[in-house]
């Protein structure tokens, strides 16, 4: 293999590439791992216009690799070994700080039973958990945990999807009798929205046609506004659920019920091979239970 093609790979991709060789499928290696199918077979894509060669052979139900994938396979055997001995060696890490970075909803509804559940094992550690759309820009990558968007400006992470999270949209019984209930998708452009001012927002084709009366970065706030009969919003359907368990005696309406407003994926992120990586992988296990 070129190895100065090879410095230029993040290691992440390696490691993909060794878990398809050693599952023997990209369903295998995606059951085992986490990773998603699509990661994986995007994965291929690069490491293969990266070396300019067929790395393995298309249309087997295996994972048959070619000469040059069985190269890049033990190359990668070599160096995951490596590093994996060396983070062994490290000291154990049961006390300090583990910096996480997430979104407020998340940190909000789930957080407090994943933080209760993990300081049974580690009663040392201490959080900090930050939240805000502001901890997901390039600036802001000084955390051991990233539960969020998806972080394509960084390489050296290891990113596992945790839930493809679905919208819909929801109104309280004070607004809709006051203002009807929409029965198709072009009905909404004659009402009053609360819309999400961060990454996800409500289609342009309906933005721009309705009344937009307020934006906000926090849907909790959007939630409390939408209860209040304040308008309708896109809201996400584990969020109006985690809400409403809190409180059975306030409901909003899903209105259009069989119409997903929006689809919006969050990824566990970290970086690998750090003396505080047990840690983390043992707060994903807890969180991959919890948020899905």
């Known amino acids: 293999m070129d190895k100065e093609k090879l410095r230029q790979i993040d290691l992440d991709k390696l490691q993909n590439f060794y878990s398809l060789f050693r599952e ?5 290696a995606s059951a085992a791992t986490g990773v998603s199918r699509r990661t994986y077979y995007h994965d291929l894509a690069v490491l293969e216009a990266a070396f300019n060669t067929k790395l393995y052979l ?54 407090p039973e994943i933080i209760r559940l993990f300081r049974k094992k580690y009663p ?43 919208y819909g949209y929801f109104a309280s019984q004070e607004y809709l009798a006051k203002y009807g209930t929409p029965e198709t998708i072009q009905d909404l452009k ?38 209040k009969g304040v308008g309708i919003c896109s809201l996400p359907l584990d969020l109006y659920k985690l809400k409403m368990s809190d409180n059975k005696d306030v409901k909003l309406i899903r209105i259009l019920p069989n119409t997903i407003s929006e689809n919006d994926a969050s990824y566990f992120s970290f970086y690998r091979f750090t003396k505080k ?15 899905k």
């Not at 023997?24 to 295998?28: C, E, L, T, Y």
């Not at 004659?190 to 990454?199: A, D, I, K, P, R």
């Not at 342009?204 to 909790?220: G, R």
Request: aromatic share 10%; with cysteine.
């Open 24 to 28: 023997g499928s990209i369903a295998k």
């Open 277 to 291: 990586e047990k840690a983390i992988r043992d707060l994903f296990d807890i969180i991959k239970n919890l948020v």
């Open 58 to 111: 298309s249309g087997k139900k295996s994972f048959v690799l070619t000469d040059e994938g069985r190269k890049l396979a033990d190359f990668c055997k070599s160096t995951i070994d490596s590093l994996s001995r060396v983070t062994k060696e490290e000291q154990f890490f049961d006390q300090g700080n583990l910096i996480i970075h997430t979104t407020p909803s998340i940190g909000a509804y789930y957080f």
């Open 124 to 166: 040392n550690i201490c959080i900090d958990l930050l939240t805000g759309a502001e901890y997901f820009t390039s600036k802001h990558h000084d955390f051991d945990v990233s539960i969020g968007p998806y972080l394509a400006d960084k390489r050296d992470l290891s990113q596992h999807l945790l839930n493809n999270f679905e």
């Open 190 to 227: 004659n009402h009053n929205f609360l819309c999400y001012s961060g990454e996800h927002l409500i289609p342009l084709d309906i933005l721009e046609k309705n009344k937009t009366i307020v934006k906000s970065n926090l849907y909790i706030a959007l939630l409390n506004m939408c209860l």
